[in-house]
């Protein structure tokens, strides 16, 4: 018959040798004995080796709950179920089972960083942070070269007999490279970069792999592994870890590491390809549907300025236009209108009412005319919107500047006189796009110097807000606004016409908002030159 | 990003002069956009009258004439742009570029300094909101036409290639002058600029990045109220990987703010940004949650009364009728500036608890007082309506703490 005291230690043998994970924990909760199985399940940043979730449940025994099983789930090894053995010194028991594989087999934690799971959870986050083709690739690189080789390299699906190569040496910047190579010469690479059929990754030997793949500045090549990028889909490309001569082979976890981070790499690449098709496609068929920039034209100022009712878009149901003069001394035709509805569906329309009245601008003596047609043709499309709009025909006369102005549906233009007077035009009309016939009367307004005609649509003066949060902006507030505007240029104009309706409405919901000022430059005036070089939006 | 440095801590609001409404008039933010930039300090905008900057290799050959020292040239200027004068003013700017003045010297020292000037004068009610509009507008006239001189795009050609800038301001902000302004520098020293304008919706800017992918974004805000937006918009730019230089009065004078939003860096001018730009920032780290910034917004606070503004507003106007016959007797339109000046009490409030820097609205109720006093306009409104606020919030202990705060130096700036 053993001592007690060596009956404790050979306990202690027993349960740190056992394959199953298990612990024993003190009435609170502290760490008496564990199993080496049991330390690699549970540790972690929790304080004495006991994750919290064991250290409550243990608590909630010693504060007399029945026991029984609990469940958890380890962010690596996946569920835990834990099973209590209360023993008669308080202490219990706790039976861990891993129903998806030994304890044995998770990873090693820290020591050489070659299968962290830690890491691959911070390079996970880092992938995922962008939805740049570039950046995602330099991001791949750069990270692979810090963690898992020496230098790594991606090589892009490209076009035609180019390859696109981002390459990165450790601790350096990544490098963009277009070469002139064929994917053959490195096997497995070709159907990576196809993304079909699929391919494992594989060692190729360091002496036959092209001069090419290899970096700039890195040395004798020691050994090389090649993983595909899986893309879903699409081609994603293929990551090629490179190790230096003299640093060793690739070991087997480091090899199961790579590809866990190609397989999120290649997932990263993927999303971000399909974003850039779809936002190359959205822009190119927004480019066209984006109000115009307005500027100085024959002698007369034009500003412009939209806010969609979605802030995320750019375009919506209102819009405007300035069409110069076919010839000189002719009416240069502004117009501003408003489709039914808002959003992409809306913006859509005005596209097809921006385009068929400009088809209609050698009509456009004749306003009646011109929207008796595009009543017409919207009649006859299969749309069931309508629109409304107000056509302004401008011709600079000496100082002044001359506009017809024909509203069809639409809010009559404002006029702002030198002194500070606002009238409204007279011009009114019906909608287009109802009724079998458009009718409207046009009013002709002579601006002098310095004087201006606001175009709005009802999106303005409909943005509801104050400080109640429920009044319209309205008529009398436009117009109060825009007497203090007398003799501002006309882009002024429009820019404090919206931060009035922007304060206005502070964080509510509105509709699109669209304004143009037409406005009889002011003696000593400078005209707006061009757009310029870089300037997007 | 400012053109100069602020010197005093005043970051309020536009139109804050609000509490005007008890005088008349509001003040055009463009206006603000300068005067929040304070007095320049030295070396950087207006009256370094010492002709071109010193931070600058000369790039252009010497002149036959010398160029016109920089602050007579900005008093010609001056006079110009106050009188509306596009013509002359666009010919002082292209004279003194071909005179020899650097074009950076003109945008920062001359142009810069003069928009600053701009909000001074209409804060100290030496000229009206349509003046300082006026001039603004002018202003950006004459850097649209200069940034398309031929000595512009020589001096860019001078410089080696640089990366990608995206150059934006917060979403609700339009003061779109200063970040206008740095845009035109980075093109100057050789920088791919995306420049995105005023009031640029987040979503907007991020799809932006995605898209492009700059080296970097400049991210400007001349309003603390436009805070956490800014914060937003920082976040989900680091998120994106690019990194982000904030600039502008609403970070404050020292960048405190920009470092409390975790902004990679933060520059008090257009020359400091360009040179902390060309050094190149760090891709941002791991990304992280807004929250993880600001743990204090744990208590709602900020949530409570950012969604009460409305009742809040209601609650003091009702106060200020009740007690005050003088406000019982206000024209509508005196009426409406009341409440918009009381919306933007309370807008500072709720910014104040969402930074937790309580000298934020000390700094903005003070601001007030002095645009108060300038009009010859009592504040003991101002007070009470503080007072009123601290009752409907009594609840809220960091609110209560913040308006005690600014009762009590209220108090004594009275004195």
New interface residues.
């Given amino acids: 018959m053993a001592s007690s005291s060596s009956t404790a230690t050979t306990e202690r043998e027993f349960l740190a040798a056992s394959p199953y994970p298990v612990v024993v924990l003190g009435p609170d909760g502290e760490l008496l004995h564990s199993s080496r199985s049991a330390r690699l399940l549970l540790e972690g940043p929790a304080t004495g080796g006991v994750p919290p979730w064991l250290r409550r449940a243990q608590q909630a025994l010693a504060d007399g709950a029945r026991p029984d099983t609990v469940r958890h789930t380890h962010p690596v090894a996946g569920p835990v179920e834990a099973h209590p053995v209360p023993r008669p010194d308080g202490s219990t028991v706790w039976w861990l089972v891993v129903p998806e594989g030994c304890a044995g087999l998770l990873p090693r934690t820290a020591g050489d960083g070659a299968c962290d799971w830690e890491l691959l959870t911070?390079l996970s986050?880092?992938l995922l942070?962008?939805?740049?083709v570039?950046?995602i690739l330099e991001?791949v690189v750069r990270q692979a070269a810090l963690h898992l080789a020496d230098a790594a390299v991606v090589v892009a699906p490209g076009n035609g007999r180019t390859l696109r190569l981002v390459t990165c040496l450790r601790g350096g910047d990544p490098a963009h490279v277009q070469q002139r190579a064929d994917p053959a010469e490195v096997p497995g690479l070709a159907e990576a970069l196809q993304g079909f059929p699929p391919v494992p990754s594989r060692w190729i030997d360091p002496d036959a792999t092209p001069r090419w793949l290899v970096p700039a500045g890195f040395g004798r090549v020691g050994s090389v592994l090649v993983t595909p990028l899986p893309g879903h889909g699409v081609p994603a490309g293929a990551l090629v870890l490179l190790r230096a001569a003299g640093g060793g082979p690739f070991a087997s976890e480091e090899e199961v590491f790579a590809r866990l981070f190609a397989t999120r790499a290649g997932a990263a690449v993927s999303a971000a390809v399909m974003?850039?098709e779809q936002?190359a496609v959205t822009?190119l068929l927004m480019r066209e549907l984006l109000p115009p920039r307005l500027e100085h034209l024959d002698g007369v100022d034009y500003a412009g300025g939209y806010r969609a009712s979605v802030?995320?878009d750019?375009i919506g149901g209102d819009f405007y236009d300035v069409h110069p003069a076919a010839d000189p001394g002719g009416e240069t035709l502004a117009l501003l209108g408003d489709v039914s509805g808002k959003g992409l569906e809306a913006a859509v329309m005005t596209g097809k009412v921006r385009n068929t009245l400009h088809a209609l601008l050698p009509l456009a003596d004749d306003h009646g005319r011109v929207l008796n047609l595009l009543n017409r043709a919207l009649l006859t499309s299969h749309h069931t919107r309508f629109a409304s709009l107000v056509l302004a025909s401008v011709r600079r006369e000496d100082d002044r500047v001359r506009v017809r102005l024909s509203a069809a549906g639409h809010p009559a233009p404002m006029v702002l006189r030198a002194d500070g007077r606002v009238t409204d035009s007279t011009t009114l009309g019906s909608i287009v796009g109802v009724l079998p016939e458009a009718t409207t009367c046009t009013d002709t307004v002579l601006l002098d110097p310095g004087e201006a005609c606001l175009l709005y649509s009802d999106g303005i003066t409909e943005a509801k807000g104050?400080?109640?949060?429920r009044e319209q902006f309205g008529d009398h507030r436009l117009r109060?606004a825009l007497a203090?505007?007398?003799?501002?240029?006309a882009?002024?104009i429009v820019?404090?016409i919206q931060?009035l309706a922007?304060?206005w409405l502070?964080d509510g919901r509105h509709d699109d908002m669209a304004v143009m000022v037409i406005a009889a430059p002011?003696r000593?005036?400078?005209p707006?030159?061009?757009e310029?070089?870089?300037?997007?939006? | 990003m400012s053109t100069d440095t602020p010197t005093t801590p005043a970051p309020p609001h536009p139109r804050a002069t609000g509490t005007t409404a008890l005088s008349e008039g509001a003040p055009a933010p463009a206006a603000r956009a300068a005067t929040l930039a304070s007095p320049p300090a030295a070396g950087t905008a207006a009256p370094a009258a010492s002709g071109p900057a010193p931070s600058l290799p000369a790039l252009v050959p010497p002149p036959s004439s010398p160029p016109p020292s920089v602050s007579v040239l900005a008093g010609r200027l001056w006079e110009a742009v106050i009188g509306g004068d596009q013509v002359r003013a666009a010919a002082l700017a292209t004279g003194a570029l071909e005179a020899g003045l650097e074009p950076e010297a003109l945008l920062l020292d001359v142009i810069g300094g003069l928009q600053a000037r701009v909000g001074r004068e209409w804060a100290a009610d030496r000229i009206t909101v349509i003046q300082e509009h006026a001039a603004t507008a002018v202003n950006d006239r004459v850097v649209a036409l200069v940034a398309g001189h031929p000595a512009f795009a020589a001096a860019a050609a001078r410089q080696p290639d640089r990366g990608r800038i995206a150059v934006a301001c917060v979403d609700g902000e339009w003061h779109a002058f200063p970040a206008r302004l740095l845009a035109e520098v980075l093109m100057l020293r050789g920088w791919r600029v995306d420049y995105l304008g005023a009031q640029c919706p987040t979503p907007h800017l991020i799809a932006h990045l995605h898209r492009t992918a700059p080296d970097a974004l400049a991210l400007s805000a001349s309003l603390s109220t436009r805070l956490p937006a800014a914060h937003a918009a920082v976040t989900a730019a680091q998120a994106a990987g690019v990194p982000v230089i904030a600039g502008g009065a609403a970070f404050g004078p020292d960048g405190r703010h920009a470092r409390l939003l975790g902004a990679d860096a933060w520059a008090p001018d257009a020359r400091a940004a360009a040179e902390r730009l060309a050094r190149g920032l760090p891709l941002p780290a791991t990304p992280h949650q807004p929250v993880d910034d600001l743990p204090h917004l744990a208590d709602q606070e900020y949530t409570l009364v950012s969604r009460s503004s409305r009742e809040l507003v209601g609650a003091v106007m009702a106060a200020l009728e009740r007690e005050h016959p003088a406000v019982r007797s206000y024209t509508p339109l005196q009426r409406a500036h009341t409440l918009d000046d009381l919306a933007h009490i309370v807008e500072h409030l709720a910014v104040t608890l969402y930074t937790g820097d309580p000298e934020l609205f000390t700094a903005f109720t003070g601001w007030t007082r002095e645009i108060l006093l300038a009009r010859g306009v009592p504040d003991a409104l101002l007070a009470f309506s503080l007072t009123v606020l601290r009752e409907q919030l009594r609840d809220l202990p960091r609110s209560v703490a913040v308006l005690t705060a600014a009762l009590s130096t209220s108090a004594g700036g009275a004195a």
């Avoid at chain 1, 942070?129 to 740049?132: A, Q, V």
């Avoid at chain 1, 104050?466 to 949060?469: I, L, N, Q, S």
């Avoid at chain 1, 310029?532 to 939006?537: K, P, V």
Wanted: hydrophobic fraction near 20%; charge should be positive.
């Fill in positions: 911070r986050g880092l942070s962008s939805l740049n570039d950046r991001t974003y850039s936002a822009d802030d995320r750019r104050g400080p109640t949060g109060q203090q505007c007398a003799g501002l240029p882009e002024a820019e404090r931060m922007a304060q502070r002011p000593g005036h400078l707006v030159v061009g310029r070089r870089g300037h997007t939006t």
